[in-house]
């Protein structure tokens, strides 16, 4: 894709939207010496900054899903060291996602306060260093505590990244950098299962202690913090966005961070590039949520927060919003949910199919928990107790979660290009409407290439849904009211997603086809609440 129109030497002297040429604006601008944030970009172009920047979002975001959707197999890999039940599972998975909700709403404004770069940095060092104590920990409840700490520091990496990626571009590529930064979400769902396969290939155990062994499943940890790791390595060199240090009304580092990033694409300074001697960028408003930060104590600032929440629920647009964050609500219970209980589900089934079995896949289930159970009964003591453990992943477990995220790569791909043709509307009606039909189907069909296919799109359509819904989100409220309105979306889809995973795990053993059901209605509500919406 061709992000920039200007030549590698000097400035190019092409038509303006006046007819003029880039020259005479630069004469102009000269006499006034005050310049526009955006206007300066411009003048800069797209270049090694916004590329490297882009990849570095991607590293990061790679880690940020990895962290969190790789306690769907280390769950399986687990369970007999920690001896965990179903339930135990589903609070493992559900742990970061809870850190999550609470803090990402406010992390993003703390970033108005102390700087995005700043948050970003630290919050993602944080992650990597609590992923690496995770690799140690013997006590099932120690873990989750763990996890619920890092997800604390992943809403704030969750509430920044796209802030300042995005005040890295001018507004013609913001969009377009956003959404490539968002692909890397699809690449973490392929990059976690690949590199839990590599690990989990071989089963060896390393004693370091009498009570404690270093087993492979460990090494996920080590995997999951590298591309971030790496990533905020790569941007330290990076300054502080520009936008934020105008709005802060530290006008010289903005002008040195301008600079930096004149010299990164151009190898020209600024002064240099737009043929000035003395640079004036007009400062940039005080941002509301910059506002509602200098309160005198933490009980103030909250209110304040909720003070600026609560016209969300308001007329004339509060019934939609409401509307729309419900839907937001169930897709991710719908969605989220099941995948993050993926790999427990395709590890389980995976038995039934390598023994020649033709059944649906809650028959399979069935009997899998059936085995269980009777290993357990025949067991008389301890040791044969963790004997008859099975914490074993098949292939077939690895391939279709790499299948699952190949398939989230090309449903964004996909949707990207019939979104505009077919209105966004009928878009999300129409991929709901086939994972209503994908969830039914799943109750009767007994082939296992059928499962499959069924699998993936009962996930994967409410999964595509979730960001087109924000889309929406977006051209619901008034310009003053967006940032909150997609947070506060994303913060109530991620409670739909821990009360997925932990109502699965209470009711998958005993009442598969139950929890089925409820997610397919959910699906079916959420389509008949879109239906409503002005979209």
């Known amino acids: 894709m ?33 310049w526009e944030y955006e206007q300066i970009l411009e003048e800069i172009g797209f270049g090694k900054t916004q590329w490297l920047l882009l990849l570095i979002s991607g590293l990061i975001t790679t ?44 992390w993003g404004y703390i970033s108005d306060v102390v700087g995005r770069r700043s948050v ?85 155990s390393l004693p370091i202690t009498t009570n ?57 300074d600024i002064k240099s590039l737009l043929k000035i001697t003395e640079l004036r960028v007009k400062a940039e408003e005080l941002s509301e949520s910059l506002q509602l930060m200098t309160g005198h ?44 209980w993926y790999p427990e589900i395709v590890n389980r089934s995976a038995h039934g199919s390598e023994t020649g079995q033709s059944a649906t896949v809650c028959k399979i289930l069935d009997e899998s928990f059936k085995r269980d159970y009777l290993k357990t009964l025949n067991g008389t003591n301890i040791i044969e107790d963790i004997k008859a453990c099975n914490d074993s992943i098949s292939t077939k477990t690895y391939v279709d979660n790499i299948i699952m995220g190949l398939a989230f790569l090309i449903g964004f791909s996909i949707q990207g290009a019939i979104l505009n043709p077919l209105g966004r509307k009928n878009v999300l009606i129409s991929a709901l409407g086939l ?21 993936c799109l009962y996930i994967l359509l409410p999964g595509l849904s979730i960001s087109t819904l924000c889309g929406a989100l977006v051209d619901l409220v008034p310009t003053q009211l967006r940032g909150k309105a997609v947070s506060m979306g994303m913060t109530l889809g991620r409670l739909g997603l821990i009360l997925a995973s932990n109502l699965i795990a209470v009711m998958l053993e005993p009442y598969c086809n139950g929890i089925f059901a409820i997610v397919t209605c959910t699906v079916l509500v959420c389509g008949l609440l879109i239906h409503f919406l002005p979209i």
């Open 2 to 34: 061709q992000f920039s129109g200007k030549s590698r030497e000097g400035i190019d002297v092409e038509p303006s939207e006046d007819g003029g040429h880039l020259g005479h604006r630069l004469s102009a601008k000269a006499l006034t010496n005050e």
């Open 63 to 106: 880690t940020s899903m990895a962290a969190q959707t790789s306690l769907g197999i280390i769950a399986i890999a687990s369970q007999c060291e920690f001896n965990m039940s179903q339930g135990e599972k589903g609070v493992m998975m559900a742990s970061s996602v809870a850190g999550i909700v609470v803090s990402t709403y406010v």
């Open 120 to 204: 970003l940095v630290w919050c993602t060092f944080l992650t990597s260093a609590l992923l690496l104590i995770t690799m140690f920990v013997t006590n099932i409840w120690l873990f989750n505590f763990i996890n619920l700490i890092m997800g604390i520091s992943l809403g704030g990496i969750s509430g920044t990244l796209y802030p300042y990626l995005g005040e890295f571009n001018t507004f013609k590529y913001r969009a377009v950098v956003i959404n490539y930064c968002n692909m890397f979400v699809s690449v973490a769902a392929i990059y976690m299962p690949a590199t839990a396969w590599l690990v989990l290939s071989s089963n060896w």
């Open 212 to 268: 404690f062994s270093f087993r492979p499943w460990r090494l996920i940890m080590l995997f999951n913090l590298l591309p971030g790791f790496l990533g905020i390595l790569m941007m330290l060199p990076f300054p502080e966005s520009p936008k934020f240090l105008l709005a802060q009304q530290e006008h010289e580092q903005a002008v040195k961070a301008i600079d930096w990033i004149s010299k990164f694409n151009r190898n020209i």
């Open 297 to 340: 104590n933490v009980c103030s600032i909250l209110k304040n927060i909720w003070k600026a929440t609560v016209p969300l629920f308001h007329k004339p647009y509060g019934g939609n919003f409401s509307l729309a964050v419900v839907a937001m609500f169930g897709l991710f219970f719908a969605s989220n949910g099941m995948q993050i």
């Open 435 to 455: 994972g209503v039909l994908s969830g039914l189907l799943l109750h009767f069909v007994t082939n296992t290439t059928g499962i499959l296919i069924l699998f």
